[in-house]
């Protein structure tokens, strides 16, 4: 059995980021890109994809985890994030056995300590059969 993990790393992300994730994604909507329209919205501010908040995530993942590949996620995003808001990614997981699959709890906090990301996913050890 291996040891528990427990890491934490910290995250922000611009406006920039947001236009140019809207730019690869294809998702221009206006909450995301357009800080006029937005501060008419419930959120006030243009507020980050969940899916740029996963790409953060992931990349956390592939530095911490070198050798394993994301086999599965399941994610959800309870509360928005905003540009230049600080961010802290953490990640958990329990003992597991060393060369199989590792489930790991992860979560991406704002400053007053509520989630903008929660979930988990299967990191399997990268075998270099698998894309």
Do not use: W
Request: include cysteine.
């Amino acid at each position: 059995m291996s040891t528990p993990i427990h890491f934490e790393e910290p995250a922000r992300l611009s406006q920039q980021d947001f236009n140019q994730f809207a730019d690869l994604s294809g998702d221009h909507n206006p909450i995301h890109v357009d800080p006029d329209y937005s501060s008419g919205t419930r959120f006030g501010a243009t507020v980050s994809h969940g899916m740029l908040l996963f790409t953060k995530l992931r990349g956390c993942l592939h530095r911490h985890f070198p050798k394993h590949r994301l086999a599965e996620q399941q994610l959800m995003f309870p509360a928005p994030a905003y540009a230049e808001e600080n961010l802290v990614i953490q990640v958990d997981s329990a003992p597991t056995q060393d060369k199989g699959p590792l489930s790991v709890a992860t979560r991406i906090l704002k400053a007053d300590g509520s989630a903008c990301l929660e979930g988990r996913c299967i990191l399997e050890p990268d075998t270099g059969n698998a894309p």
